[in-house]
């Protein structure tokens, strides 16, 4: 299919786009919470929904083992299995293949690995990845791709680099043209300028309706990986949605939005949630910490989640202390819903021209200490956007 992605407006390399999928439209820059196994953990759909998230991610490593893919297609497609209406992106499942099967062999034409579930024998090739994520009925799918670590030599980056891109080759060969959904091409190439030139040259070639940036949050340190960003994203063709795969804080996708990146997706929101450790306009907040068990106010009085609505820091505190389940739920539900209000302030700030203010404020929030909260390696406070 011709995806079609309108350009509303720019700022320097940053985008503000229209991206349009037969499950809605989705407006970029666009964060997508991750929902690996067909739900955000700690969040139904109808509440993704009500935070304002626009697009799911899914993830076809984990769905292929569990509960296979022809059991989500014989329940009509993943987004009725999920109950979640709006598009919906699987990731392929290169990176899984490489990070958690075991005995895996590596082939020109595939990869084979033994399930981390029950040892079960798997073969992923790039034909079969592109066919199970059509089944699926996904909006955005993803070619396979091997992800590698880092550190890495040049010259193995350069030997995953060539087989990364011969998948990539078969994946368009495989995938249906006039059918829906659209394929993303993945830049990997390490953190070798070269290589990732090398790669995008290669994908550019193959004409993919959309690009991906993956390879980075591997282990690099941040300058690198935003280096990546910087010189991979510009070399893209300007009318192609851009995706960095797995990232990151706020500062990280306020710099890849600055550099014209318009999707991302990350499980920090709500990971982090899970571990009592809240973002607020006003800094992050370690809700584990004595100080807020007798906290009356709201986690963010800015914030209109469920949580910050109705609930206290002090009954957060509570929960999350004593184990209660509903803790880590009401903390995600907040986390999801401040990534999802932080993009649109970016979006606001692309159409204003207001995004090196923006980031301006944020960096120097970010070096005061954002008091009252504990600071920690996430980017403390964030300002009021421009208005
Ligand atoms: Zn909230």
């Known amino acids: 299919m011709n995806l079609r992605f309108d350009i509303l407006a720019t700022s320097g390399p940053a985008r503000r786009g229209r991206l349009f999928t037969a499950h809605g439209t989705v ?33 076809l490593y984990h769905l292929t083992l569990r509960p296979g893919i022809d059991v989500i297609e014989r329940l009509g497609g993943i987004h009725r299995f999920t109950g979640w209406r709006g598009p919906i992106l699987t990731d392929s499942g290169g990176y899984q293949v490489f990070s958690l099967a075991r005995l895996r062999r590596l082939d020109p034409d595939g990869v084979t690995f033994r399930s981390h579930l029950d040892g079960s024998l798997v073969r992923f090739t790039p034909e079969s990845v592109v066919e199970a994520q ?19 030599s040049e010259a193995d980056a350069e030997t995953s680099l060539e087989l ?21 091409g993945i830049v990997q190439g390490s953190g070798y300028r070269d ?13 993919f309706p959309a690009y991906a940036i993956g390879g980075v949050s591997v282990g690099e340190g941040t300058e690198m990986r935003r280096a990546v960003v910087e010189w991979t994203a510009p070399e893209l063709p300007a009318d192609k949605p851009r995706y960095l795969m797995g990232l990151g804080t706020p500062l990280d996708l306020l710099h890849a939005v600055s550099h014209g990146v318009d999707l991302f997706d990350c499980v920090l929101p709500a990971r982090n949630a899970r571990h009592g450790v809240l973002f607020t306009r006003r800094g992050v907040l370690r809700i584990k910490n004595a100080r807020f068990r007798d906290d009356p106010r ?6 209109s989640c469920p949580l910050c609505t109705r609930q206290s820091r002090a009954l957060l505190h509570h929960l999350i202390r004593a184990g209660e389940l509903t803790g880590p739920v009401l903390a995600t539900i907040h986390n999801v819903r401040y990534y999802l209000d932080f993009m649109a302030d970016l979006r606001e700030c692309v159409e204003l021209g207001t995004l090196t203010d923006f980031a301006q404020e944020l960096t120097d929030c970010y070096a005061d200490g954002g008091s009252p909260a504990t600071p920690l390696a996430a980017p403390p406070r964030r300002p009021r956007a421009a208005r």
């Not at 407006?27 to 991750?34: C, G, H, K, S």
């Not at 996904?138 to 992800?147: G, H, I, K, P, Q």
């Open 195 to 207: 290589l990732r030139r090398r790669a995008v040259a290669s994908l550019r070639a193959l004409d």
């Open 298 to 303: 709201p986690v963010d009085e800015r914030c």
């Open 134 to 152: 059509r089944r699926l009925g996904v909006d955005f799918a993803m070619t396979l791709d091997e992800c590698p670590p880092w550190p890495i």
């Open 164 to 184: 990364t891109t011969r998948w990539a080759e078969l994946a368009r060969r495989a995938w249906i043209e006039d059918g829906p959904g659209a394929l993303f």
């Open 27 to 59: 407006e970029t820059p666009a964060f997508m919470p991750v929902g690996t196994r067909g739900a955000v953990k700690g969040m139904t759909a109808q509440e993704l929904e009500a935070a304002g998230a626009s697009v799911m991610l899914a993830n």
